[in-house]
């Protein structure tokens, strides 16, 4: 394992005011964010959509260090013959890969997954490192469960236990592969449970994450970590200050991820467009900890881009004018520069 050369990916993923775009939804994913826009999904249009974000101007040289691609995507040509990746590698942006295959219900713990694909993942690394990724994504999935639910409730340690086991076998074969695992164990932000919950949650797997890495042999150096921010459920009637959450967050970062990690990039999980980009800025104006923290965001980087398309050709400079917009916010917030009155200018 080259260290220094994941280092190196890894230091440049959160390069201070870039981030990473998550364009890697799978084909059942991206068909449901092109539904609503009816917008029918097939080859060419998905191609387009991805196509019109990697060619924004700006959006992409000035604040996305890399970007996180779909099987389907990391083959794709533009529609001028250029491959996605040489688009990418034009705009000085880093080519990723998800390589998990997805939840499967675990057995013997009714109401929590596992994330699969270890299975030949060995083989699918080194294709991919052949195809241009320096960096890949693997997302295990933790729920909680309604807090009125004592008998049955999620997520347990076992549940965990399996998620992080995964999460460090895939992280120790990307290295070997000379690729830089982002690792991401999401704690689900939809549900009733209160803040406190998802604190103690977030807590409980990235103590047993951090043990996994270590137990099997993974540099900390090579590594970037996509959590989720602390956040109150959906559904819960008592939400959290902007504060709160940020203080929260950082503690319990702080309580469990070792120094050595050179980057935090969050997901957004369903947060909207300008709550991401605060919480994110929050934590950086607040400070104090020895991580680049920046996003990972794939909803809150694309979302207004995709009302603003609407699958029309005709609306394209419209949609990268909104793409541009969410990510020079996050950009800004990268750095704790963001304001409410540059948000609105
Ligand atoms: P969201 O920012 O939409 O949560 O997506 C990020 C991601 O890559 C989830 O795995």
Known sequence: ??????????????????????????????????????????????????????????????HISGVILYDETIRQDAKDGTSLVDLLHANDAIPG???????????????ETVTQGLDGLRERLAEYYELGARFAKWRAVIEISHPDQYVGATPTLGGIKANTHALGRYAALCQEAGIVPIVEPEVLMGGHHSVERCHEVTEMALNSLFTELYEQGVALEGVILKPNMVVAGQKCADQPSRE??????????????PAAVPGIAFLSGGQDNEEATRNLDMMNKIGGFPWKMTYSYGRALQQSALKAWMGDDANYDAAQIAFYKRAHMNGLASKGEWSSALENA
């Open 97 to 111: 890969i998800k390589v998990d295959m997805g939840t499967t219900p675990l057995a013997g713990r009714p109401g």
């Open 1 to 62: 394992m080259d260290l220094e050369a994941l280092n190196k990916i890894a230091v440049k993923m959160v390069t201070p005011g870039k981030g990473i775009l998550a364009a890697d939804e799978s084909t059942g994913t991206i068909k449901k964010r092109f539904d609503s826009i009816s917008t029918e999904s097939t080859f060419e249009k998905r191609r387009d959509w991805r196509e019109m974000l990697f060619r924004t101007d700006k959006a992409m040289q000035d």
């Open 244 to 257: 709160e959450i940020a203080e929260r967050t950082i503690k319990v970062l702080k309580d469990t991820v």
